[in-house]
């Protein structure tokens, strides 16, 4: 492996200073586990990308696929069936997603 090693905020925190502004056009897709979504999402949120345009998985919710054991459901919200990606605005306003 040839690219960065470490943790996700430290090369994050490098990418955003060396990017010196995100454009527009960026998008923002975080996956792995569940307690570095707040630091990095905030991170990406304090660089001025916009809660919409950052994008988070919650698979780990799901359990049957199908929407039929209700284990994946965050109050109304059914990870399986509207999900597993969401993007952070949505999950900022779900109880528990994170």
Not at 45 to 64: G, N, T, W, Y
Request: aromatic residues 10%; hydrophobic residues 40%.
């Amino acid at each position: 492996w040839q690219g960065p090693v470490g943790r996700i905020t430290s090369i994050l925190e490098q990418r955003i200073a060396a990017a010196q502004n995100i454009g527009k056009n960026t998008y923002a897709i975080v996956c792995g586990p569940p307690v570095m979504f707040k630091f990095v999402c905030d991170m990406l949120i304090k660089a001025d990308l916009p809660m919409q345009k950052i994008f988070v998985s919650l698979e780990r919710r799901m359990h049957c696929g199908r929407g039929k054991c209700c284990r994946c459901n965050i109050g109304s919200t059914y990870t399986c069936l509207e999900g597993p990606v969401f993007d952070y605005w949505s999950v900022m306003n779900m109880k528990e997603a994170i």
